[in-house]
Nanobody, 131 residues
Framework: QVLLVESGGGLVQAGSSLSLSCAAS????????MGWFRQAPGGDRHIVAA????????YYPDSTKGRFTISRDNAKSTVYLQMNSLKPEDTAVYYC????????????????????????WGQGTQVTVSS
């Protein structure tokens, strides 16, 4: 497993932007597909963005498409989530997740969309959007 540490959460007003970072350590981060999830109080954990090992392919659900951008810098072992036009319904704890997809080039662009597909998780960072 890889150790993940999120940062960058906070309290912002609706319409604002916020950037989250996820620093990975312990294994070669470029061997991992990565994702960002969020969980509101009393709710399930939902995907907000995913990125393949190569960084060329990404996935967004309809709720975040066009507003959120996931990216990665494998040299820095860091994944980012840029969140624009934030809404009160974006309020949640945001988690970074990683899953080893090996060094198989055929899997380099695989994006994983379900929480059960990920083996490593960060501790989460709170994002609160006020109206």
């Amino acid at each position: 497993q890889v150790l993940l540490v999120e940062s960058g959460g906070g309290l912002v007003q609706a319409g604002s932007s916020l950037s989250l970072s996820c620093a990975a350590s312990g294994r070669t981060s470029s061997d991992y597909a990565m994702g960002w999830f969020r969980q509101a109080p009393g709710g399930d954990r939902h995907i907000v963005a995913a990125i393949g090992r190569s960084g060329l392919y990404t996935y967004y659900p309809d709720s975040t498409k066009g507003r959120f951008t996931i990216s990665r810098d494998n040299a820095k072992s860091t994944v980012y989530l840029q969140m624009n036009s934030l809404k009160p319904e974006d309020t949640a704890v945001y988690y970074c997740a990683a899953e080893f997809t090996g060094s198989d080039p055929a899997l380099a662009d695989m994006t994983l969309r379900a929480s059960h597909e990920y083996d490593s998780w960060g501790q989460g960072t709170q994002v609160t959007v006020s109206s």
